[in-house]
């Protein structure tokens, strides 16, 4: 099992940025690959971001490509989520997630899930 922990939420104006904060544990926790999405309501969860430990490779949506950027700590049980020029449109639950798949895009192949986190950008 891996569990994770989200922090860094919060509300801010548009154009200002917030640092999300994911803390896992639990056995293979450091070497799966650690995603982000996002869900705002009535609408799917979408795919933001993810990084992938065994590969090194990043994944971007193109909606949030150039303003967010994920960090991986060396000892791999940490992500964040810096997320800068945020927009109205970025107005979501943040949710970070864990599997072991290398290159996992699509929020049905993560298996484990954050409890998520309210980020609210104002005009």
């Known amino acids: 099992q891996v569990h994770l922990v989200e922090s860094g939420g919060g509300s801010v104006q548009a154009g200002g940025s917030l640092r999300l904060s994911c803390a896992a544990s639990g056995r293979a926790a450091s070497s799966n690959t650690m995603g982000w999405f996002r869900q705002a309501p009535g609408k799917e969860r979408e795919f933001v971001g993810a990084h992938s430990w065994s590969t090194g490779r990043y994944y971007y949506a193109d909606s949030v490509k150039g303003r967010f950027t994920i960090a991986r700590d060396n000892a791999g049980n940490m992500a964040h989520l810096q997320m800068n020029s945020l927009k109205p449109e970025d107005t979501a639950v943040y949710y970070c997630?864990?599997?072991?798949?290398?290159?996992?895009?699509?929020?049905?192949?993560?298996?484990?899930w954050g409890q998520g986190t309210q980020v609210t950008v104002s005009s």
């Open positions: 997630a864990s599997t072991s798949i290398p290159s996992a895009v699509r929020a049905a192949q993560y298996i484990y």
